[in-house]
């Protein structure tokens, strides 16, 4: 069975030799990783560690996330976002992560002379070509953009006045909102018109106990435009699988996420939503994608531990198929190596 029809066969609800698996990693991780194979060249083939760990989904992103994790302490990116690095330490060495620290539409003045990129820059597409045409036969490729609307928006804006406008000013928080949205909207209809199976969609719109925005204030602002968004792409292909990320607290928008259009759920943080209860809402129809904890679990639990929590994993998420199982999360610097074996080990096995 190859990755693709292990995948494609959890969409149908049916149970495939074993659960299909993905996992993403800090570049710190993937570093350290890397120093358990040695003979991997990721020069020839930059998905050469994800296919020797047994992945079956290979993710390719396009989008302002990108941005992300660039070189330097302090940097701005194209779309004028000021960003800062942030160094942390773990028992396994050293890391960084990025804050936004400059937004430019933080004026209102600033909104309406404001220009995004461009969207269809052949360049941007390039890494998306070489993985259909390496792997696109045998793994299911997700083209990836990473905070769709909402996130992209706030980064623009600043988390504080976003929330404000919304209250506020509607109106402005409308404008800005469909800077991000048009955007990244022809970023997926190009990859969709590529050839991708599956668009991971999606802005964190929960918290560990319960949502950032309100229910009303979510359909209000960006359901609608999930709803269009998803419809654009499956006029270019009907059967294009689309996935939504938020971490934390969602559940009083889960159904609506299946009303328009959402095929699959990330993370699913057992410790923000019960993984059972929702398996048994929604189960029949959705599929769900993540499930192993990365903020206890993964970094403090041991091997053994680990182990036998993907396995109830496995179990709860992954009855009668329907279920990617990975870490609810990158896998951070903190983990121990045996802890991420472990986990690996208890996906891949067959069942």
Known sequence: MTAKERVMMMLAHQRPDRPPMQVSFTPEFKQRLLGEYPSLDLNADPYALDIAIGSDLLLDSVGWMTAYNQPGEHYTDEWGVGWKAVEYSTPFGNGRYTEVEKNPLADDAAVVSFK?????????????????????????????????????????????????????????????LDIPFNYHREVAKEMVRLGVDMIWIGDDVGSQNGMMISPDTWRTFLKPRMAAFIASLREINKDIVVAYHSDGVINPIIGELMEVGVDILNPIQPNCMDPAELKKLYGAKLCFWGGIDQQSVLPFSKAEEVYETTKQMISILGKDGGYIAGPTHNVQLDVPMENFKAMVQAITEKQ
């Open 116 to 176: 995004a990129p461009d969207p269809h820059r052949p360049h941007l597409y390039e890494p998306v070509k070489k993985l259909l045409a390496n792997h696109g036969q045998t793994h299911c490729i997700t083209g990836v953009v990473k905070t769709t609307i909402f996130e992209s928006a706030w980064g623009l804006r600043g988390l504080e006045q976003m929330m404000m406008d919304f209250y506020l000013d509607p109106d402005i928080a409308h404008a800005i």
